[in-house]
Antibody, heavy 116, light 109 residues
């Protein structure tokens, strides 16, 4: 059973950098895309971006200028950095596995709050 | 802003059938497969349907998906109280080169 466990800082000040990491266990790491998704309070799901084992990435056009997704295949981990955060970036952030364009396994979610 | 449009809410009584629509365009639903997710508050979303109409492992056959042109739909038959949740459609968008979610539909029983 594939499991994703994520962690990172939950409280940030405006202009700081959001940083989250997700470790994958229980399944192959090298034949999937790995993604980040978020849900702001009271709003719907928003795809942030994805990366594969080769480091090839795709990002949401609306976040592309501030997002970096990286991968460490030796640790079965991938990470999200979002720079220059504002209150609009307050959300629950999920890491997830993408298989055949479907997100089939999700992390537990991390609430990130941006507040001065 | 979502490029896939869903009705904000849907409801039914236990045992009834509920259908949720998802409207997109030629760059997403029209040219790629559609997936459906169930999201209960405080938990991670769950994949229900992938590739338009394939049930994910462990998903009851009360859930079914279909696609036609640039629209898709999710049907829940034999509605149960445990089906109260938010439901999202999603697909890859070739113009955005990214994954897009629908606006979400809150189902109440």
């Amino acid at each position: 059973q594939v499991q994703l466990q994520q962690w990172g800082a939950g409280l940030l000040k405006p202009s700081e950098t959001l940083s989250l990491t997700c470790v994958v266990s229980g399944g192959p790491f090298n034949n999937s895309y790995w993604s980040w998704i978020r849900q702001p309070p009271g709003k719907g799901l928003e795809w942030i971006g994805e990366i594969n084992h080769s480091g090839s990435t795709n990002y949401s056009p609306s976040l592309k200028s501030r997002v970096i997704i990286s991968i460490d295949t030796s640790k079965n981990q991938f990470s999200l950095k979002l720079t220059s955060v504002t209150a609009a970036d307050t959300a629950v952030y999920y890491c997830a596995r993408v298989k055949r364009f479907a997100i089939d396994y999700w992390g537990q979610g991390t609430l990130v709050t941006v507040s001065s | 802003q979502s490029v896939l449009t869903q009705p904000p809410s849907a409801s039914g009584t236990p045992g009834q059938r509920v259908t949720i629509s998802c409207s997109g365009s030629s760059s997403n639903i029209g040219s790629n497969t559609v997936n459906w997710y169930q999201h209960l508050p405080g938990t991670a979303p769950k994949l229900l349907i992938y590739s338009n109409n394939q049930r994910h492992s462990g998903v009851p056959d009360r859930f079914s998906g279909s696609k036609s042109g640039t629209s898709a739909s999710l049907a829940i038959s034999g509605l149960q109280s445990e089906d109260e949740a938010d439901y999202y459609c999603a697909a890859w968008d070739d113009s955005l080169n990214g994954y897009v979610f629908g606006t979400g539909t809150e189902v109440s029983v």
